[in-house]
């Protein structure tokens, strides 16, 4: 693996909690690696896991979602709803064959801006480990050369 190998991290984050905790790492000048691009969504209920994998087709090396801690969502049981869904997309995962650790889930207060900014360097360190997620432009140029005859 190259060592200039950067990751690319695309982050599904809520605007009441993850995204606020974001702006206060960056207002307190806390260092973290700058490979993560934010998708602010008002609530981590919201996100689809459709949203994850065509993050991962479009090139992302590895995907966050993050949002309240349980019981501290704006809309009541959005958090849960996310939780939910994590647990059943994982099986997908397994069924794909995406690794798990490429997908991150984890819950970031506003008032948790090293939080935040521990986790952002945590993945991009543990996915400079993984390398380039490439299994997406694998398969595409299967179905390239498939649908070609």
């Not at 801006?113 to 299994?135: H, M, R, S, V, Y």
Request: aromatic letters at 12%; glycine letters at 6%.
């Amino acid at each position: 693996m190259s060592e200039s190998f950067e990751p690319k991290i695309v982050a599904f984050v809520c605007t009441y909690c993850t995204y606020a905790g974001a702006d206060l790492a960056g207002t307190s000048r806390l260092k973290y690696a700058p490979n993560v691009r934010i998708v602010r969504l008002p609530c981590t209920g919201r996100i689809s896991p459709m949203f994850i994998l065509k993050a991962l087709q479009k090139g992302a090396d590895s995907v966050l979602v993050s949002g309240c801690h349980p019981g501290d969502c704006h809309f009541a049981a959005g958090n849960y709803h996310a939780r939910r869904r994590w647990t059943v997309f994982r099986a997908l995962l397994a069924f794909t064959g995406i690794p798990e650790e490429r997908i991150r889930f984890s819950w970031v207060s506003a008032a948790e801006g090293a939080k935040f900014a521990d986790l952002i360097n945590e993945i991009t360190e543990d996915t400079k480990k993984l390398g380039p997620f490439t299994q997406y432009q694998e398969l595409q140029k299967v179905i390239e050369t498939q649908s070609s005859y």
